[in-house]
């Protein structure tokens, strides 16, 4: 398993933005996709972006499309959310999460299922 560490969560106002880091403990970070989910109280952990071992392919949730970036830095371990134009509805508490992605395994990045490690989460609160 990888130890994954969030930060950059916080609270905002309608409208504003913010950039969710994912500080990953694994060597070769390169042989992971990451993905980042969502759960608001009261509901299911939900999808909201993911991107290869390599960056080259990326997944959004059709709610944050156009909103949201995910990027990565594998010299640095890292994967990166990008939050703009926040509405109310992304209040809730953002997880990171790691999967095997090297050749040979087939792996649909955009399942909670498919990955085995998690971060501890960070709070999101967007304000009215």
């Known amino acids: 398993q990888v130890q994954l560490v969030e930060s950059g969560g916080g609270l905002v106002q309608v409208g504003g933005r913010l950039r969710l880091s994912c500080a990953a403990a694994v060597r070769p970070f390169s042989n992971y996709a990451m993905g980042w989910f969502r759960q608001a109280p009261g509901k299911e952990r939900e999808f909201v972006a993911s991107?290869?071992?390599?960056?080259?392919?990326?997944y959004y949730a059709d709610s944050v499309k156009g909103r949201f970036t995910i990027s990565r830095d594998n010299a640095k371990n890292t994967v990166d959310l990008q939050m703009n134009s926040l509405k109310s509805e992304d209040t809730a508490v953002y997880y990171c999460?790691?999967?095997?992605?090297?050749?040979?395994?087939?792996?649909?990045?955009?399942?909670?299922?498919?990955?085995?490690?998690w971060g501890q989460g960070t709070q999101v609160t967007v304000s009215s």
């Open positions: 991107i290869s071992w390599s960056g080259d392919t990326t």
């Open positions: 999460a790691a999967t095997l992605d090297i050749p040979g395994i087939a792996v649909i990045t955009t399942l909670s299922r498919s990955y085995d490690s």
